[in-house]
Protein backbone atom coordinates (compact mmCIF):
# COMPACT_ATOMS: atom_id res chain seq x y z
CA UNK A 1 0.00 0.00 0.00
CA UNK A 2 2.68 2.29 0.63
CA UNK A 3 4.23 1.78 -2.33
CA UNK A 4 0.77 2.34 -4.22
CA UNK A 5 0.56 5.60 -2.71
CA UNK A 6 4.20 6.28 -3.39
CA UNK A 7 3.67 5.94 -6.97
CA UNK A 8 0.13 7.83 -6.77
CA UNK A 9 2.41 11.19 -5.89
CA UNK A 10 4.75 10.28 -8.65
CA UNK A 11 2.27 9.93 -11.11
CA UNK A 12 0.14 12.90 -10.44
CA UNK A 13 3.18 15.07 -9.74
CA UNK A 14 4.51 13.95 -13.74
CA UNK A 15 1.37 14.45 -15.35
CA UNK A 16 0.46 17.59 -13.16
CA UNK A 17 3.79 19.50 -14.41
CA UNK A 18 2.75 18.42 -18.01
CA UNK A 19 -0.92 19.55 -17.97
CA UNK A 20 -1.55 22.89 -20.27
CA UNK A 21 -4.48 23.79 -19.43
CA UNK A 22 -6.77 23.90 -16.55
CA UNK A 23 -9.04 21.16 -17.75
CA UNK A 24 -6.49 18.71 -17.70
CA UNK A 25 -5.73 20.01 -14.27
CA UNK A 26 -9.26 19.62 -13.33
CA UNK A 27 -9.26 16.13 -14.69
CA UNK A 28 -6.35 15.11 -13.03
CA UNK A 29 -8.15 16.49 -9.47
CA UNK A 30 -10.95 14.75 -10.13
CA UNK A 31 -8.70 11.46 -11.33
CA UNK A 32 -7.24 11.59 -7.69
CA UNK A 33 -9.01 13.08 -5.19
CA UNK A 34 -12.30 12.81 -6.62
CA UNK A 35 -14.79 10.04 -4.57
CA UNK A 36 -13.86 7.49 -6.96
CA UNK A 37 -10.28 8.44 -7.30
CA UNK A 38 -7.23 6.28 -7.10
CA UNK A 39 -6.45 7.82 -3.90
CA UNK A 40 -9.71 7.41 -2.56
CA UNK A 41 -9.75 3.66 -3.73
CA UNK A 42 -6.79 3.09 -1.95
CA UNK A 43 -8.28 4.54 1.54
CA UNK A 44 -11.37 2.05 1.22
CA UNK A 45 -8.80 -0.85 1.25
CA UNK A 46 -7.54 0.46 4.92
CA UNK A 47 -9.99 -1.60 6.50
CA UNK A 48 -7.85 -4.87 5.75
CA UNK A 49 -4.68 -3.46 7.36
CA UNK A 50 -3.97 -4.68 11.10
CA UNK A 51 -3.87 -2.12 13.73
CA UNK A 52 -0.48 -0.58 13.51
CA UNK A 53 -0.33 -0.56 10.44
CA UNK A 54 -3.52 1.89 9.84
CA UNK A 55 -2.53 5.02 11.60
CA UNK A 56 0.79 4.96 9.53
CA UNK A 57 -0.57 4.58 6.20
CA UNK A 58 -3.51 7.22 7.30
CA UNK A 59 -0.82 9.62 8.10
CA UNK A 60 1.14 8.86 4.81
CA UNK A 61 -2.48 9.07 2.91
CA UNK A 62 -3.24 11.93 4.02
CA UNK A 63 0.62 13.44 3.40
CA UNK A 64 0.01 12.20 -0.22
CA UNK A 65 -3.24 14.09 -0.39
CA UNK A 66 -1.54 17.30 0.61
CA UNK A 67 0.98 16.91 -1.44
CA UNK A 68 -0.94 16.83 -4.52
CA UNK A 69 -3.67 19.30 -3.43
CA UNK A 70 -0.65 21.60 -3.39
CA UNK A 71 0.53 20.32 -6.91
CA UNK A 72 -2.82 21.23 -7.69
CA UNK A 73 -3.15 24.63 -6.59
CA UNK A 74 0.50 25.72 -7.74
CA UNK A 75 -0.28 24.40 -11.17
CA UNK A 76 -3.74 26.30 -11.40
CA UNK A 77 -1.68 29.60 -9.82
CA UNK A 78 0.62 29.11 -12.49
CA UNK A 79 -1.47 28.56 -15.46
CA UNK A 80 -3.60 31.37 -14.53
CA UNK A 81 -0.26 33.55 -14.35
CA UNK A 82 0.96 32.85 -17.12
CA UNK A 83 -2.57 33.29 -19.15
CA UNK A 84 -2.59 36.75 -18.08
CA UNK A 85 0.89 37.76 -19.17
CA UNK A 86 0.05 35.92 -22.01
CA UNK A 87 -2.89 38.46 -22.39
CA UNK A 88 -0.85 41.31 -21.18
CA UNK A 89 1.70 40.34 -24.14
CA UNK A 90 -0.75 40.57 -26.95
CA UNK A 91 -2.71 43.09 -26.06
CA UNK A 92 0.05 45.66 -24.98
CA UNK A 93 -0.67 48.60 -25.86
CA UNK A 94 1.77 51.89 -26.53
CA UNK A 95 0.00 55.05 -25.14
CA UNK A 96 2.95 56.60 -26.63
CA UNK A 97 1.62 56.04 -30.08
CA UNK A 98 -0.12 58.17 -32.30
CA UNK A 99 -3.77 58.37 -32.30
CA UNK A 100 -5.25 57.13 -36.02
CA UNK A 101 -6.63 60.29 -37.56
CA UNK A 102 -10.31 59.96 -38.28
CA UNK A 103 -11.10 62.68 -41.21
CA UNK A 104 -14.25 64.45 -39.72
CA UNK A 105 -16.59 65.50 -42.82
CA UNK A 106 -18.13 68.85 -43.65
CA UNK A 107 -21.18 70.41 -45.25
CA UNK A 108 -21.27 70.41 -48.96
CA UNK A 109 -20.93 74.17 -50.06
CA UNK A 110 -24.10 74.04 -51.71
CA UNK A 111 -25.75 72.62 -48.52
CA UNK A 112 -23.98 76.01 -46.41
CA UNK A 113 -25.61 78.56 -49.08
CA UNK A 114 -29.17 76.69 -49.18
CA UNK A 115 -28.57 76.53 -44.58
CA UNK A 116 -28.08 80.52 -45.14
CA UNK A 117 -30.83 81.35 -47.92
CA UNK A 118 -33.43 79.18 -46.52
CA UNK A 119 -32.40 81.42 -42.66
CA UNK A 120 -32.77 84.41 -44.59
CA UNK A 121 -36.24 83.65 -46.34
CA UNK A 122 -37.55 81.83 -42.69
CA UNK A 123 -36.84 85.64 -41.02
CA UNK A 124 -39.10 87.19 -43.80
CA UNK A 125 -42.18 84.71 -42.95
CA UNK A 126 -41.27 82.76 -45.65
CA UNK A 127 -42.40 78.50 -45.28
CA UNK A 128 -40.52 76.02 -47.12
CA UNK A 129 -42.04 72.97 -49.22
CA UNK A 130 -41.10 70.26 -51.30
CA UNK A 131 -42.18 69.33 -54.78
CA UNK A 132 -41.31 65.97 -56.45
CA UNK A 133 -38.28 65.83 -58.88
CA UNK A 134 -40.29 63.29 -61.58
CA UNK A 135 -43.35 65.66 -62.14
CA UNK A 136 -45.98 65.75 -64.50
CA UNK A 137 -45.16 67.47 -68.04
CA UNK A 138 -48.38 69.85 -66.42
CA UNK A 139 -46.95 71.03 -63.57
CA UNK A 140 -43.13 71.60 -64.97
CA UNK A 141 -45.26 73.63 -68.85
CA UNK A 142 -48.52 73.73 -69.08
CA UNK A 143 -49.98 75.08 -66.24
CA UNK A 144 -47.31 77.69 -66.55
CA UNK A 145 -48.26 79.24 -69.65
CA UNK A 146 -46.18 76.80 -71.59
CA UNK A 147 -47.85 74.54 -73.81
CA UNK A 148 -45.85 71.95 -75.81
CA UNK A 149 -45.65 73.82 -78.81
CA UNK A 150 -43.93 77.17 -76.76
CA UNK A 151 -40.58 77.77 -78.21
CA UNK A 152 -39.82 78.71 -74.38
CA UNK A 153 -39.40 75.16 -74.16
CA UNK A 154 -36.44 75.16 -76.46
CA UNK A 155 -34.04 76.11 -73.57
CA UNK A 156 -35.74 73.28 -71.13
CA UNK A 157 -35.40 70.00 -72.85
CA UNK A 158 -35.15 67.64 -70.60
CA UNK A 159 -35.31 63.79 -69.50
CA UNK A 160 -38.46 62.45 -70.75
CA UNK A 161 -39.74 59.21 -68.19
CA UNK A 162 -43.04 59.01 -70.60
CA UNK A 163 -44.66 61.52 -73.46
CA UNK A 164 -46.68 63.36 -69.65
CA UNK A 165 -43.64 62.74 -67.04
CA UNK A 166 -40.59 64.28 -67.32
CA UNK A 167 -37.22 65.05 -64.88
CA UNK A 168 -38.87 68.63 -63.35
CA UNK A 169 -36.47 71.37 -65.25
CA UNK A 170 -37.82 73.65 -63.01
CA UNK A 171 -38.84 73.99 -59.12
CA UNK A 172 -41.44 76.31 -60.59
CA UNK A 173 -43.35 73.39 -60.70
CA UNK A 174 -44.32 73.66 -56.94
CA UNK A 175 -45.92 76.72 -57.34
CA UNK A 176 -48.40 75.31 -59.76
CA UNK A 177 -48.90 72.82 -56.77
CA UNK A 178 -48.82 75.46 -54.19
CA UNK A 179 -51.56 76.96 -55.72
CA UNK A 180 -53.29 74.14 -56.11
CA UNK A 181 -53.71 72.84 -52.46
CA UNK A 182 -53.44 76.08 -51.03
CA UNK A 183 -55.66 79.45 -51.25
CA UNK A 184 -53.98 82.92 -50.57
CA UNK A 185 -52.12 84.15 -48.71
CA UNK A 186 -49.03 82.33 -49.78
CA UNK A 187 -45.58 83.12 -49.03
CA UNK A 188 -43.57 79.69 -49.57
CA UNK A 189 -40.01 78.83 -50.64
CA UNK A 190 -39.31 75.30 -52.42
CA UNK A 191 -35.46 74.40 -52.69
CA UNK A 192 -34.49 71.56 -54.95
CA UNK A 193 -32.85 69.44 -57.78
CA UNK A 194 -33.68 70.32 -61.53
CA UNK A 195 -32.77 68.76 -64.74
CA UNK A 196 -32.27 69.76 -68.23
CA UNK A 197 -30.22 68.12 -70.91
CA UNK A 198 -27.17 70.66 -70.92
CA UNK A 199 -23.79 69.89 -71.82
CA UNK A 200 -21.14 70.10 -68.96
CA UNK A 201 -19.38 72.89 -68.47
CA UNK A 202 -17.74 75.46 -66.04
CA UNK A 203 -21.46 76.96 -65.98
CA UNK A 204 -23.50 74.12 -67.30
CA UNK A 205 -24.70 70.86 -65.09
CA UNK A 206 -27.66 68.56 -66.21
CA UNK A 207 -28.10 68.36 -62.60
CA UNK A 208 -28.82 71.63 -60.36
CA UNK A 209 -30.29 73.53 -57.83
CA UNK A 210 -32.94 76.02 -57.04
CA UNK A 211 -34.88 77.64 -54.86
CA UNK A 212 -38.43 78.91 -55.77
CA UNK A 213 -40.20 81.36 -54.03
CA UNK A 214 -43.82 82.65 -54.52
CA UNK A 215 -45.78 84.88 -52.82
CA UNK A 216 -49.88 85.81 -53.22
CA UNK A 217 -51.90 88.30 -51.41
CA UNK A 218 -53.96 91.05 -52.11
CA UNK A 219 -51.82 94.31 -53.10
CA UNK A 220 -49.00 92.42 -53.28
CA UNK A 221 -46.47 94.58 -56.18
CA UNK A 222 -43.17 94.63 -57.72
CA UNK A 223 -41.88 97.15 -54.85
CA UNK A 224 -42.32 93.88 -52.84
CA UNK A 225 -40.57 91.48 -55.19
CA UNK A 226 -37.67 93.94 -55.53
CA UNK A 227 -37.29 94.94 -51.91
CA UNK A 228 -37.33 90.90 -50.76
CA UNK A 229 -34.74 89.97 -53.20
CA UNK A 230 -32.32 92.95 -52.79
CA UNK A 231 -32.97 92.51 -48.89
CA UNK A 232 -32.23 88.77 -49.83
CA UNK A 233 -28.69 89.63 -51.69
CA UNK A 234 -27.84 92.16 -49.46
CA UNK A 235 -28.01 88.90 -46.04
CA UNK A 236 -26.00 87.00 -48.31
CA UNK A 237 -23.40 88.36 -49.62
CA UNK A 238 -22.96 91.52 -47.76
CA UNK A 239 -24.25 95.00 -47.25
CA UNK A 240 -22.36 96.11 -50.09
CA UNK A 241 -23.78 94.19 -52.78
CA UNK A 242 -25.12 95.67 -55.45
CA UNK A 243 -27.95 94.42 -57.39
CA UNK A 244 -29.87 95.56 -60.73
CA UNK A 245 -32.92 94.00 -62.56
CA UNK A 246 -33.41 93.53 -65.75
CA UNK A 247 -36.63 93.17 -68.12
CA UNK A 248 -36.71 89.51 -69.25
CA UNK A 249 -39.72 87.12 -70.49
CA UNK A 250 -40.72 83.96 -68.87
CA UNK A 251 -44.62 82.42 -69.57
CA UNK A 252 -45.57 82.86 -65.92
CA UNK A 253 -44.76 86.02 -65.10
CA UNK A 254 -46.06 89.22 -66.11
CA UNK A 255 -44.04 91.71 -66.12
CA UNK A 256 -40.41 89.76 -65.82
CA UNK A 257 -37.22 90.74 -64.89
CA UNK A 258 -34.14 88.96 -64.14
CA UNK A 259 -31.68 89.97 -61.12
CA UNK A 260 -28.04 90.45 -61.17
CA UNK A 261 -25.49 91.14 -58.51
CA UNK A 262 -22.03 92.97 -59.25
CA UNK A 263 -19.42 90.70 -60.41
CA UNK A 264 -17.54 89.69 -57.60
CA UNK A 265 -13.99 89.51 -59.16
CA UNK A 266 -13.69 92.86 -61.25
CA UNK A 267 -16.57 94.88 -59.15
CA UNK A 268 -18.10 95.79 -62.01
CA UNK A 269 -15.72 96.64 -64.20
CA UNK A 270 -15.84 93.51 -66.78
CA UNK A 271 -14.02 90.68 -66.74
CA UNK A 272 -13.81 86.75 -68.16
CA UNK A 273 -16.22 85.59 -65.32
CA UNK A 274 -18.75 88.02 -65.80
CA UNK A 275 -17.94 88.22 -69.77
CA UNK A 276 -17.57 91.80 -69.99
CA UNK A 277 -20.65 92.61 -68.05
CA UNK A 278 -19.36 93.57 -65.00
CA UNK A 279 -22.49 91.53 -63.29
CA UNK A 280 -23.77 87.96 -62.76
CA UNK A 281 -27.22 86.95 -63.53
CA UNK A 282 -28.49 85.52 -60.36
CA UNK A 283 -32.10 84.55 -60.71
CA UNK A 284 -35.41 84.93 -62.70
CA UNK A 285 -38.25 86.69 -61.10
CA UNK A 286 -41.82 88.38 -61.57
CA UNK A 287 -44.93 89.30 -61.35
CA UNK A 288 -47.27 86.17 -61.62
CA UNK A 289 -48.93 85.88 -65.37
CA UNK A 290 -52.87 86.53 -64.64
CA UNK A 291 -53.85 83.55 -66.24
CA UNK A 292 -51.72 81.30 -64.08
CA UNK A 293 -53.35 82.96 -60.98
CA UNK A 294 -56.75 82.38 -62.76
CA UNK A 295 -56.33 78.92 -64.29
CA UNK A 296 -55.88 78.06 -60.73
CA UNK A 297 -58.85 79.22 -59.08
CA UNK A 298 -57.62 82.61 -57.62
CA UNK A 299 -59.33 85.79 -58.77
CA UNK A 300 -56.63 88.02 -60.30
CA UNK A 301 -58.77 90.95 -59.70
CA UNK A 302 -58.50 90.43 -55.89
CA UNK A 303 -55.01 88.52 -55.53
CA UNK A 304 -51.62 89.27 -56.73
CA UNK A 305 -48.21 87.86 -56.42
CA UNK A 306 -44.63 87.69 -57.54
CA UNK A 307 -42.29 84.62 -57.72
CA UNK A 308 -38.74 83.93 -58.40
CA UNK A 309 -36.13 81.02 -59.43
CA UNK A 310 -33.06 81.47 -57.91
CA UNK A 311 -29.69 79.48 -59.21
CA UNK A 312 -28.23 77.88 -55.67
CA UNK A 313 -24.96 76.87 -57.80
CA UNK A 314 -24.69 80.65 -58.83
CA UNK A 315 -25.27 82.45 -55.40
CA UNK A 316 -22.89 79.76 -53.91
CA UNK A 317 -20.27 80.44 -56.40
CA UNK A 318 -20.70 84.31 -55.83
CA UNK A 319 -20.83 83.60 -52.54
CA UNK A 320 -17.52 81.60 -52.31
CA UNK A 321 -15.86 83.35 -55.27
CA UNK A 322 -15.39 79.84 -57.41
CA UNK A 323 -15.64 79.87 -60.87
CA UNK A 324 -16.41 76.42 -62.11
CA UNK A 325 -19.63 74.30 -61.04
CA UNK A 326 -18.46 71.31 -62.06
CA UNK A 327 -16.61 71.47 -58.07
CA UNK A 328 -19.95 71.06 -56.86
CA UNK A 329 -20.18 67.81 -58.15
CA UNK A 330 -16.68 66.12 -58.25
CA UNK A 331 -16.54 64.86 -54.54
CA UNK A 332 -12.75 65.97 -54.36
CA UNK A 333 -12.02 66.40 -51.09
CA UNK A 334 -9.52 68.87 -51.06
CA UNK A 335 -12.24 71.34 -52.45
CA UNK A 336 -14.71 70.11 -50.23
CA UNK A 337 -13.02 70.20 -47.06
CA UNK A 338 -12.46 74.14 -47.40
CA UNK A 339 -16.44 74.53 -46.64
CA UNK A 340 -16.59 73.92 -42.78
N1 LIG B 1 -37.96 78.96 -63.71
C1 LIG B 1 -37.04 79.93 -64.20
C2 LIG B 1 -35.78 79.21 -64.72
O1 LIG B 1 -35.62 78.07 -64.45
C3 LIG B 1 -36.66 80.90 -63.13
C4 LIG B 1 -37.83 81.74 -62.76
C5 LIG B 1 -38.13 82.88 -63.45
C6 LIG B 1 -38.64 81.39 -61.69
C7 LIG B 1 -39.18 83.68 -63.11
C8 LIG B 1 -39.72 82.18 -61.36
C9 LIG B 1 -39.98 83.34 -62.09
O2 LIG B 1 -40.53 81.89 -60.36
O3 LIG B 1 -41.02 84.11 -61.72
O4 LIG B 1 -35.00 79.81 -65.39
Redesign the pocket.
Known amino acids: MKNALEQIRREAGELLSAAADAKTVEELRIRYLGKKGELTGILKQMGSLSAEERPVMGQLANQVREAIETMLTEKTDALRASALAEKLQSERLDVTMPGKVRPVGSRHPLNVVLEEAKEIFYGMGFTAVEGPEVEYDHYCFEALNMPKTHPARDT?DTFYITDDIVLR????SV?VRTMEKQKPPIRIISPGR?YRSDQVDATHSPLFH?I???VVDKGVTMGDLKGILETFAKRLFGEDAKVRFRPHH?P??EP?AEMDTMCYECHGEGCRLCKGEGYIEL????M?HPKVLSDLGIDPEVYSG????I?LERIAMRRFGIGDMRLFYENDMRFLGQFL
Not at 169 to 172: E, I, L, P, R, V
Not at 283 to 286: E, P
Not at 306 to 309: E, I, K, L, Q, V
Open positions: QTQTSQVQEGLFYTSLGCGVYAFGG
